[in-house]
């Protein structure tokens, strides 16, 4: 077990039930520092309901989040990202015709606890410009800066959501299948991606795609309807017979 000084962030006994239905029921889940987390299952087990609840996207029904012992329960989203947590934006909260740079810009305009209004917008521009071109770079997309949202190749939308996320330069970065619907060289890519991003950060990462929790993740933590069904290294968890029955129970793809 993990005991709470570890725990950057931490789920305990966290219930969130829509209309009733229990999402996530009883989830006790802590993620050490500098680790990189794994949280896999099958489709509706409540991954993504987890990271929104660790994440202040989503309100937990009961339960506590801490985050450095912090208690965040009751924090809304931007005062979670404030502190340094931040999941990563889905391709739909782009905006298609603005330049992937813009698109950075605008988040981290939206994000900046600084009321954009209070500097000068040139001079804010330019701070947010470095910001952003390095967030890009960091991705590998910078040759794509001027190249609106929506022409942008699959692979390369997903890197600019990453793009978006680590420009806000988080302690602890939340993603969501970040290799979901790719192709076998982006997923290597993406996988690549990750492992630098997460040299310098805490990361939970929900993901299908079984190569990359091998290859990127400390710890693994398994979820079925709500649940907690196993935790361990990859090793460990792959092995786990209930692991397996919920893979090949007929709910996993
Ligand atoms: N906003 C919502 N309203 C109603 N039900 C939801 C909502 N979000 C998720 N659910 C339900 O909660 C369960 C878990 O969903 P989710 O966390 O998205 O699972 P996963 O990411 O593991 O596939 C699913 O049955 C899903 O239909
Ligand atoms: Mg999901």
């Not at 680790?35 to 896999?40: D, E, G, N, P």
């Not at 979670?80 to 330049?99: D, E, K, N, T």
């Not at 997460?198 to 693994?220: F, G, M, P, Q, S």
Request: charged letters at 20%.
């Amino acid at each position: 077990m993990v005991t709470t000084s570890q725990v950057l962030i931490g789920a305990h006994d966290i219930v969130k039930s829509f209309a009733g239905f229990r999402a996530l029921d009883g989830v006790n889940f802590g993620v050490r520092e500098g680790s990189v987390h794994a949280v896999i299952g099958p489709n509706g087990a409540g991954k993504s309901t987890l990271l929104g609840v660790l994440s202040g996207f989503v309100p937990a029904t009961s339960g506590q989040v801490t985050i450095a012992d912090v208690d965040t329960t009751r924090l809304d989203a931007a005062s979670i990202a404030r502190m340094g947590v931040v999941r990563s934006f889905q391709i739909s909260s782009i905006f298609p015709h603005a330049s992937a740079i813009e698109n950075v810009k605008i988040a981290l305009q939206a994000r900046s606890r600084l009321s954009w209004q209070m500097i000068a917008p040139a001079r804010a521009s330019d701070v947010f410009d470095v910001a952003a071109a390095s967030a890009l770079a960091a991705v590998g997309i910078e040759g794509d800066r001027a190249t609106p949202a929506a022409n942008l190749a699959y692979g390369k939308k997903r890197a600019l959501e990453l793009a978006i996320a680590i420009a806000q330069e988080p302690k602890v970065l939340l993603l969501d299948e970040p290799t979901a619907g790719m192709g076998a060289e982006d997923i290597e890519k993406t996988i690549a991606l990750i492992g630098s991003i997460a040299r310098a950060r805490t990361v939970v990462l929900v993901e299908h795609n079984l190569r990359a929790v091998e290859h990127l993740c400390d710890r693994v933590t398994v979820l079925a309807r709500g649940k907690v069904l196993a935790e361990g290294s990859y090793d460990e968890v792959r092995g786990d017979e209930r692991v397996i029955e919920a893979y090949l129970g007929g709910t996993a793809h």
